[in-house]
């Protein structure tokens, strides 16, 4: 089992950074896919980018590509989101999440265990 909470949330103006940090407990972290996902006001939750276990595999969604930068320290059981050049419409709560299959996976669906959530705000 993983145990994921999120941290680094805040408020921002357009153009600014954020850095993201999701603090991960359990044996079985090191193995697991992590992801971030992202959920606006009246909005559904979406993908923002996923990594592979050993990081030797990334993707992001489109609207975030170039922007934004995951990593993830197993030794720390940390991972990260570095989020650049933020525009309003990435205001939301972004979540972290463990696929402990170790699939790399877009789906939401498919990941097991979640954060709680930590809101990123950015005003125009």
């Known amino acids: 089992q993983v145990q994921l909470v999120e941290s680094g949330g805040g408020l921002v103006q357009a153009g600014g950074s954020l850095r993201l940090s999701c603090a991960a407990s359990?044996?079985?972290?090191?193995?697991?896919?992590m992801g971030w996902f992202r959920q606006a006001p009246g909005k559904e939750r979406e993908f923002v980018t996923t990594?592979?276990?050993?990081?030797?595999?990334?993707y992001y969604a489109d609207s975030v590509k170039g922007r934004f930068i995951i990593s993830r320290d197993n030794a720390k059981n940390m991972v990260y989101l570095q989020m650049n050049s933020l525009r309003p419409e990435d205001t939301a709560v972004y979540y972290c999440?463990?696929?402990?299959?170790?699939?790399?996976?877009?789906?939401?669906?498919?990941?097991?265990?979640w954060g709680q959530g930590t809101q990123v705000t950015v005003s125009s």
């Open positions: 999440a463990a696929d402990a299959s170790g699939v790399l996976t877009l789906k939401g669906s498919s990941y097991e265990y």
């Open positions: 359990g044996r079985t972290f090191s193995s697991s896919t």
């Open positions: 990594i592979s276990w050993i990081g030797a595999k990334i």
